[in-house]
């Protein structure tokens, strides 16, 4: 677990080069299917692939006896949460999917960026768009809403199992996110990963270097045995 919450900077350098499609693509093969977070989506276009250790948040719906304002201050709050984020952690918030209450602002963002917290991600919405925006803090989400989260949403605590976006999100997970959302790497298959995911990235520059010189696609994508014979002699000579 250590090196799941300090990743080696070979390991994310690693993962940089590899995009979520990539990653559910090699994921598929290994037969997980549900590992992209529905309604994760960029705040802003161009944002670059984060990758790094999932730091759990979790809401439960509102209840108006805890869902109050005067919450903020308890030590079970978004606040004391924040105060115990890593550095290079990519915060993931279940949100459940509610879209009229914003589960962080623009303060809250601001404290993440000092403690140099990776990114947010979340299947909910934000709140102070601008702000948001102006700290800037790699966020994907469902979008904005001006309501806070005790409009809509009780904060329950930090570090523990979460669904958000529809996938199980344990603490330590591996999260990678670029302009296709956010994708979920569990733990125990990091290194399988990172073992296969520059082979595919590879494989799939030659096909498209080869889609672009009017190779049809039959027995190109997915390749036949002339076709795989032929890219790995090419690949032997760059060796």
């Given amino acids: 677990m250590e090196r799941l919450a300090n990743l080696e900077q070979t390991v994310i350098n690693a993962l940089k080069n590899v995009s979520t499609a990539t ?54 709050s978004t606040r ?4 115990d984020m890593p550095e290079g952690a990519v915060a993931v918030a279940d949100a459940m999917g509610v879209t009229d209450a914003g589960i ?13 917290v990776a990114a947010l991600v979340t299947d909910g ?11 800037g803090l790699p966020v994907w989400c469902n979008g904005f ?5 005790v409009a809509g949403l009780t904060f329950v605590g930090w570090q523990q199992p979460i669904a958000c976006g529809g996938v199980a999100v344990f603490p330590g ?35 498209m ?16 045995t002339e076709t795989k014979a032929r890219y790995e002699a090419e690949k032997a000579k760059k060796e």
């Fill in 23 to 76: 990653l559910t693509t090699i994921l598929l093969k290994k037969g997980l299917r549900n590992v992209w977070l529905r309604g994760t989506k960029p705040i802003r276009p161009g944002q670059p692939r984060i990758v790094g250790p999932a730091f759990t948040l979790r809401f439960v719906p509102a209840r108006e006896d805890l869902a109050t304002p005067a919450s903020w201050g308890s030590p079970i």
């Fill in 80 to 83: 004391a949460a924040v105060e």
């Fill in 104 to 116: 962080f602002g623009d303060i809250l963002c601001a404290r993440m960026v000092k403690r140099r």
């Fill in 125 to 135: 919405v934000m709140r102070d768009a601008a702000g948001v925006l102006g700290t």
């Fill in 145 to 149: 809403a001006a309501p806070p989260s």
């Fill in 173 to 207: 997970d591996i999260v990678v996110v670029d302009d296709d959302g956010a994708v979920l790497i569990p733990a125990a298959l990091l290194d399988e990963v990172l073992a296969e995911a520059p082979e595919q990235e590879r494989m799939e520059a030659w096909i």
């Fill in 209 to 224: 270097n080869e889609v672009e010189k009017g190779v049809p696609l039959p027995g190109l994508y997915p390749m036949n």
